[in-house]
Structure formats: C-alpha cells, structure tokens
C-alpha cells in the first residue's frame, strides 16, 4: 500500500490499473477513521480489485466558526488501519494539492441542501459536492462508497451523479454504532465522560421516534414533538434540528404517507453529533 500526496501520482496509478482492466473503489473520507470507515474500506476491497482511501479534511465544507483545526488529525494512525484493511492507496494531500491558488470552481446543489445540515450549515453541501467531484475525477472509481449516518450527504451525492451523468456507481452502507448504541463518529473523541454518556440520547430518541411510527402514528409534528421532548431531558443535550423528510428530496412533509428519512444534529456540549433512520411502509 501506498500513500501518496499529489494528484498526479493518483493519476498515474489509476492509468496503470486500468491499462489491466481492474476496477477500481474509492472511499472519501476526512480522516481519523473508525469502524464505520473501515466498513466502507472493506465493501470496496471485497467488490473491487483495487480500493483509492482518500484522507483530506476539507476545508471549504467548514464553516467560519466550525471545528476545521481541531478536527482529529492522525495520518500514521489512517494508514496502518487502511493496511490492514487491505487498501490499495491512500490519497492525503494537502488544502493546496486539492485547491490551486486562485481557485474559483465549485459544484452546488439546490433543493435536497436546503433542508436538515444544508439548512444550519449553509456552505456545507457546496463544499462536499467540490470535493467529492474532484475526487472523482481524479480516482475515476467504478464504485464510492459512502456511510448513512451522513443521509443527507448520500442523498445529494446520488443525485449529484445523476444530474451530471458521473460514470460511477455511489453505494450506501449501513450506519455502525458502538456496543450502546452511539453511531461511530470522529467527533465522539471531542466527548468527555460525561458527555459520552449524554450523547446517547441520540440513540434513544431515535428509538423513541421509530416506536411511533411502527405503532402506526403518522402525524409527523407529533412524532417530532415527542422525540424533541425526550432530548430536553438531557441537560448537556442542545437540538440544532429533529426533522422528518421525503428520503428522496429531503423535503419536509407533513404526514408519513412515503418512504421518510428521521434525522436529527444535536449538540452534546460544543460537539454537534447527527444520526438517523429512514423508514418505508411494509419494510
């Protein structure tokens, strides 16, 4: 396994694997990787011949006052984890490989940004949608794999490759959650004790908001409402957002009559943390 820095040496290994007919995976990530990562790492090296792990904290998916120099760094770390799980190459360049002086190009979605993150985090999407549209334009991957606890971000990059007729596959995996329930997150190491033991409210409230509607409640505001309830008896607990939306637009709705997605962001002292589940009748 390699790591490599520049964007030319990705180029130039991807050309050889395709001058031998491999298909080829790729994997974006942020970095300091955990279970769920690694999930995704092991999908592409079991559907693909070779799997590209990019490392890159990008910065212009942070906002002004977002975590973008304290967030988790540890490229040594990265690296033995992607070995092991038998990556092929890890990509971990720098703000100034990835964003030429003077760059000015970026991709936006309207519509499924608007709402849940997109709403609270206004460049977000913009940002994730630049990057990931380099990247594959870069790695040229056959398959992407992509977690679900980031839904919304799995949802506009499906519809991101669609609109733009990207010659690649996305594929979601599923959410993986620690022995009690708390989705894997390279934000938990932000957690002390205490708050390690609040953020579980995520996990329980999302519970709480399954059980109704697998009870056959229906009106959404009294779903919401209910699971709002439940997060405010969590005092170190701060909702950004608890929202129930149409899986395929990300819009609000106002009844459960269609396939839905449940998320919500939540912060646990200054640590944001988002989580969810989706739901379709019969399933």
């Known amino acids: 396994m390699k790591v490599v820095k520049t964007i030319d040496e990705v180029k130039q290994a991807v ?24 999930s995704l790492i092991d999908r592409s090296v079991k559907e693909n011949d070779r799997t590209v792990v990019s490392v890159f904290v990008n910065p212009i998916q942070f906002g002004p006052s977002e975590d973008l120099e ?3 760094r540890d490229i040594e770390r990265d690296s033995a984890l992607c070995r092991g799980h038998g990556a092929d190459i890890v990509f971990n360049p720098e703000p100034g490989e990835m964003y030429k002086d003077g760059f000015s190009t970026f991709v936006d979605m309207s519509v499924l940004t608007e709402e849940l993150c997109g709403l609270s985090r206004p460049t977000h999407f913009r940002g994730v949608c630049t990057v990931v549209t380099k990247l594959f334009n870069i790695i040229t991957p056959d398959r992407a794999y992509f977690g679900e606890k980031d839904a919304q971000q799995l949802a506009v990059i499906k519809h991101m490759v669609r609109d733009l007729n990207m010659n690649v596959t996305v594929v979601g995996c599923p959410i993986v959650r620690e022995a009690d329930g708390l989705a894997k ?20 409230t999302l519970a709480l908001g399954r059980k109704m509607i697998e009870a056959g409640e229906r009106d959404v505001r009294k779903i919401t409402d ?26 609000q709705v106002e009844t459960i009559d269609r396939p839905v997605l449940c998320a919500m962001a939540v912060y646990i002292g200054k640590t944001r943390l988002i989580d969810n589940f989706s739901f379709t009748e019969g399933e």
């Open 226 to 251: 209910a699971m709002k309830k439940n997060i405010e008896t969590e005092k170190l607990a701060r909702i950004d957002y608890v929202k129930i939306v149409d899986i395929e637009t990300m819009q």
């Open 70 to 72: 304290s967030y988790p």
């Open 185 to 204: 997150s390279s934000r938990n190491t932000y957690l002390s004790g205490d708050e390690r033991s609040a953020a579980l409210i995520l996990s329980r």
């Open 15 to 38: 050309r050889e694997w395709r001058e031998e007919g491999l298909t080829i995976g790729a994997v974006p990530t942020m970095g300091y990787l955990h279970e769920g990562h690694l």
